[in-house]
């Protein structure tokens, strides 16, 4: 009691006499921990919509502003202002490299006194913020109705950028992002007082920017583990297939572990990636592939450490791109492997099956959906391999003539978990009996196409198939489309799927003759009867559409 009392007195003597206003607290008052989450706050808040706001509030305070500073390690360096980008596109014309003939004129004039304005705003932010240590040089805004077309010339951006450059050398940057002229520019000393870990350059302009890139490859290249180099495509242009030159000025990339190119490759130029990036263990190509390029790469000797490969081939693919995989792939052991190909491709160029049976393991995440579809016999010599029990995730297209033979192959990959299945354009559930569904011990099933027309029953059908498959009791994802599903019949399946935690099931047609209202009532019966019935399992939003 005697404690009690000491305490009510204690507490009783804190409180301000009546009358005195509380003491002030401002943001000044915060310890610095609390400053930088507010900060923050207002620099991911800005990110979006350009920050204005965000800074001037940042500025109500000296310590705010000052831990807002250190808070920066990432920035984004335009050019060009948004209004600048309204007024290209409104046709108002710039001032064009003529404009330099008198450039005592052009710095007095609205155009250059606004560079000069965006440049001292630069060069006064990086004095402050010490921590940036990523920097994107991308000279475009973006605008709703897409890309906006670029001035005539660009002598505006390099002009900025020549006046900014030498303050970004200065910074120990880990990573940098340019685009356009914001990879023309990087010729010259390096762009980082530290070496660089990350450096991606995209929208290349071949015939502008060969000399900055060998020189910011040959400066920092030897430090690099993850490279992009992505150009601007223009079917017009013939291709110089500079990356052989390019990757060669790096003297040797031996930290390089991710590379990614959206550039033409030939036979050269592929021999000088697996000379100069050895230790490459992921490569993401979105080219075409050419006669000698799978040669050059050929496993394993050639990028022994390879486990992640990805490949998209474009219109000018070699005729034979399935001999090309066949000599990339033979006795390799990925880790994953995703190919495809633009659909003006044939599909009969793009056999996949004997470049993998050629591999010495399966991938364990095997996605090849946009090659050739896969009948009967290609998935039966694919699972009968002595290597498929390495494969635990799979994407591939059905053949419009596979049938149950086709599901009970897949059925025989013993450590699948992960199946993504594109049904043929007009699958027939009985053909394939996907009431009898033979996968047994999937986590996740994503079965494309049993939407289609004149199938309405496939859906339901394989819902009965895989809650009477070896998959009940182990499957947590479910991915299906059809019409909505009636209670009386998929309520008994969906409950035996015991580990089912998510179910996205898409209704994406209107049935002929039905309005969007009604389709839409039956899918709200759909949803009333699955939450009363599966309080747990979590649903993804219903879309639908007139067919």
């Known amino acids: 009691m005697a404690s ?34 507010i900060a923050r706050a207002c620099h991911a808040a800005a990110r979006p919509r350009g920050g204005g706001v965000a800074w001037a509030l940042l500025a109500t305070s000296r310590r705010l502003r000052d ?36 450039p005592l004129a052009f710095f007095l004039s609205p155009s ?3 560079l000069q304005a965006r440049v001292r705003g630069v060069h006064q932010f990086l004095a402050r913020a010490r921590r940036v240590r990523e920097v994107t040089l991308h000279p475009n805004e973006e605008h709703d109705g897409g890309w906006l077309p670029d001035p005539e010339d660009w002598f505006l951006d390099v002009l900025f950028y020549a006046l900014v450059l030498p303050e970004l050398r200065r910074l120990p940057l880990t990573s940098l992002s340019a685009a356009g002229v914001g990879v023309a520019v ?10 660089l870990r990350k450096l991606v350059l995209e929208d290349i302009e071949e015939d502008r920017v060969d000399v900055a890139i060998v020189s910011v490859l040959g400066h920092h290249g030897g430090a690099l583990e993850e490279l992009t180099l992505a150009r601007t495509t223009r079917e017009d242009e013939d291709t110089n297939y500079m990356i052989g030159a390019w990757l060669a000025a790096s003297a040797g990339m031996p930290r390089l572990r991710t590379l990614e190119l959206h550039v033409e490759m030939d036979a050269a130029g592929a021999a000088s990636l697996a000379c100069h990036c050895p230790g490459l263990t992921r490569l993401s190509v979105n080219a075409a592939l050419f006669d000698g390029v799978a040669t050059a790469l050929r496993g394993p000797r050639r990028l022994p450490a390879l486990a992640h490969l990805e490949w998209a081939f474009y219109e000018r693919s070699t005729w034979g791109v399935g001999t090309e995989l066949r000599r990339m792939l033979a006795g390799r052991a990925l880790t994953s492997l995703t190919l495809s190909a633009v659909p003006t491709i044939p599909r009969d160029r793009l056999d996949v099956l004997p470049a993998l049976l050629k591999t010495a393991a399966l ?16 998935l039966a010599a694919l699972s009968a391999a002595g290597h498929a029990g390495s494969l635990q995730r799979l994407d591939c297209t059905l053949s419009a003539g596979a049938t149950a033979a086709a599901l009970r192959a897949l059925g025989r990959f013993t450590g699948l978990i992960d199946l993504t299945l594109r049904l043929p354009a007009a699958p027939d559930a009985a053909t394939l009996r996907l009431s009898e569904w033979p996968v047994g011990g999937l986590t996740r099933l994503h079965v494309v196409g049993t939407d ?23 499957l947590r994802g479910l991915f299906l489309s059809g019409p909505p599903l009636v209670e009386a019949v998929a309520a008994a399946p969906l409950a035996a799927l015991t580990a089912l935690r998510c179910l996205y099931y898409g209704v994406p047609y209107a049935s002929k003759g039905e309005t969007v209202e009604a389709l839409h009532a039956r899918r709200e019966v759909m949803n009333a009867w699955i939450r009363r019935r599966l309080p747990d399992l979590r649903t993804r939003p219903l879309a639908s559409r007139r067919r």
């Open 112 to 114: 250059g006194a606004a």
């Open 4 to 37: 009690n009392a000491m305490l009510d007195t204690t507490m009783e003597d804190s409180r301000l006499p009546d009358g005195v206003p509380l003491p002030t607290v401002t943001l000044e008052d915060l310890p610095d921990e609390i400053l930088e989450l």
């Open 452 to 474: 289609a027309v004149g199938c309405p029953a496939a859906a339901q059908a394989l819902l009965v198939g895989v809650a009477a498959s070896g998959s009940r009791s182990t």
């Open 67 to 102: 831990v807002a500073y250190e808070a920066v390690t990432s920035i984004s360096v335009r050019s060009r202002s948004a209004a600048d980008e309204c007024a290209a596109v409104g046709h108002r014309a710039s001032p064009g490299v003529g404009a330099l003939a008198n």
């Open 186 to 195: 990087l010729g010259g000393p390096p762009v980082s007082a530290a070496p």
């Open 363 to 378: 991938p364990a995440e095997l996605d090849v959906s946009g090659m050739a579809p896969l009948d009967d016999a290609a």
